[in-house]
């Protein structure tokens, strides 16, 4: 037999053996009882209910629409019934009572005749011999087909006649008759209450006096109900007025919103502007005050200073830390050193001196390091005496031009150019002859002349500046005559002879500390001129 599940619980189910065996007949007759189940009885009672309710209810029916579900047992097939007449009054069935409440057996149905029991015990064709098949007897030993069919088709009627989808287990038909029994009894006790409530009814009939006030009252309730239906519509026609007014200001509303997104669309923009404005100018402000910081250091910053720093050494003058002068070891000084410090003074001076446009009388400087030299111009005579040639070297002839040193040459013949040395090199040493330094005195004793003559040119110009009446106070010497602190005469300074071999180490080198001390001076006052020269342009 084909397994069944329970309808519920979807256990798998045993089916009794009754209902396995159940022939055609034993179906047929369940089929056919249940025509008797659902006719209608005849009673002669009188209707619980009165006539007014009964018209209502049919009333109510003419409109009602078909079931939303509805359950249709399907026919049975052909080879359950031994006649075709049985599918016909069970399709005719269906058609007129979807929910089957009745089948007509014939006496065919119930008796086989026996010209149907002769066709059936017929042998069968040759084209249907082929299988090996014997025929077998539907009535006595139905086959597994007929089995199923005829289950289904039970469960089906089961099915149909209750709300309860068959087959189901035991324990399921348990909790079925459980839950049935408490809906009959809660049936029965509502019964019972409606059967009090009739019988209460009709004993009680209302007096006169109480059929007159409940029209009275049923007047006044119908008069209340048309006012409120009245106030019912005007509140309707408010809320309708109200409606079309909250449309309008959501309409408004979302108008406002589309408006306010696009002002702080706008906002943000600009916003995102004004901080790239800020951002910029916070940027030119930093640099701004960047280039004036850096401006006024490179104001303040003294390239002479940087460039010539003249400071001391004990009893040495020193120029960017080279030592100018000789001591009696062990404070002795090395000549490469001495060289390269009187180059150093002579690149000072010649600055100093292009700085401050002065030209030297008969002298030019050539600063060349180790090896600088101060060109001397003289004029040549044939008899010449001391004061002639001291004349001439005072005189104040103009240099040539170091671009063409031989124009001045071609043009004056007389015009003698001697080279004066500011080095030595410091062969011998100083104790053994004097005399062999007599081209280093000669160019110390004309880098001391150029001095002087440097000297003269601030004084004169800085009294001429300080007397003149559109001269601004402010940059005026203050401090009365600009001279050099030392007083320089011929080849001493301060009184001691500049020259190595007019007299000791320790006067030499107490002289070239005074004429660097001078140059100081001069590079200060060549500062100083070219800050009032900026400060000037300025203005």
């Not at 979807?10 to 007759?29: I, M, T, V, Y």
């Not at 025509?35 to 009188?46: N, V």
């Not at 009275?216 to 309730?221: I, Q, V």
């Not at 701004?288 to 910081?293: F, K, L, Q, S, T």
């Amino acid at each position: 037999m084909h397994p069944m599940n329970c309808q519920k619980c979807r256990a798998p189910l045993k089916l009794d053996s009754s209902l396995q065996d159940l022939n055609r007949s034993a179906l047929d007759l369940v089929t056919g009882s249940r025509a008797h189940t659902f006719e209608p009885t005849t009673t002669t009672a009188r209707n619980p209910f009165p006539q007014e309710r009964k018209e209502l209810y049919d009333k109510a029916s003419q409109d009602v629409s078909s079931p939303v579900f509805k359950r249709v047992i399907p026919p049975p097939r052909q080879g359950i019934g031994s006649q075709p007449v049985v599918a016909a009054a069970t399709k005719a069935g269906l058609k007129d009572n979807p929910a089957m409440s009745f089948v007509m057996l014939t006496d065919s149905q119930v008796v086989p005749s026996q010209a149907s029991t002769r066709e059936s015990s017929k042998p069968l064709p040759k084209s249907k011999s082929r299988t090996g098949l014997e025929p077998v007897d539907s009535d006595d030993s139905p086959s597994i087909s007929q089995q199923i069919e005829s289950s289904t088709r039970l469960f089906e009627i089961l099915s149909a006649r209750s709300d309860i989808d068959h087959p189901i287990c035991t324990e399921c038909t348990d909790l079925l008759l459980t839950s049935l029994q408490s809906r009959l009894s809660s049936a029965q006790k509502e019964r019972d209450t409606y059967i009090t409530f009739l019988k209460s009814l009709n004993t009680t009939s209302p007096t006169p006096s109480a059929l007159q006030k409940a029209q009275s009252s049923l007047a006044s309730a119908r008069a209340a109900e048309e006012k409120a239906f009245s106030t019912l519509l005007a509140l309707e026609k408010e809320k309708a007025d109200l409606d079309a007014e909250i449309a309008s200001l959501d309409a408004e509303s979302s108008a406002l919103d589309a408006e306010e997104q696009a002002f702080w669309r706008d906002r943000n923009a600009f916003a995102l502007t004004l901080s790239e404005f800020q951002s910029e100018r916070d940027a030119l402000n930093a640099a701004y005050e960047h280039d004036a910081r850096l401006l006024e250091r490179l104001q303040r910053t003294n390239v002479y200073n940087d460039c010539f720093c003249i400071s001391h050494d004990g009893h040495f003058g020193t120029i960017n830390g080279l030592r100018l002068g000789r001591l009696p070891p062990p404070q002795n000084v090395e000549w490469a050193e001495i060289n390269a410090a009187l180059g150093t003074a002579a690149l000072l001076l010649a600055t100093v001196a292009e700085r401050l446009g002065c030209e030297f009388a008969g002298y030019r400087i050539r600063p060349m390091g180790s090896t600088s030299s101060i060109e001397k111009f003289e004029v040549s005579a044939p008899a010449s005496s001391q004061s002639s040639s001291t004349a001439t070297i005072n005189a104040p002839t103009a240099p040539s031009s170091p671009s063409h040193p031989s124009s001045t040459t071609a043009q004056n013949n007389n015009q003698k150019t001697t080279t004066l040395d500011l080095f030595s090199s410091g062969d011998l040493p100083l104790g053994a002859n004097k005399f062999l330094h007599r081209r280093l005195d000669a160019g110390m004793a004309a880098f001391l002349e150029c001095i002087r003559q440097l000297g003269e040119f601030v004084e004169q110009s800085a009294n001429s500046s300080s007397s003149s009446p559109s001269s601004n106070p402010t940059t005026s010497n203050k401090g009365g005559i600009v001279k050099l602190p030392y007083e320089i005469k011929k080849d001493k300074i301060h009184g001691v002879s500049i020259k190595l071999g007019a007299g000791t180490d320790e006067t030499w080198t107490r002289a070239c500390k005074y004429a660097l001390t001078c140059c100081k001076y001069l590079l200060a006052h060549a500062s100083n001129a070219g800050v009032r020269a900026g400060k000037g342009a300025g203005t």
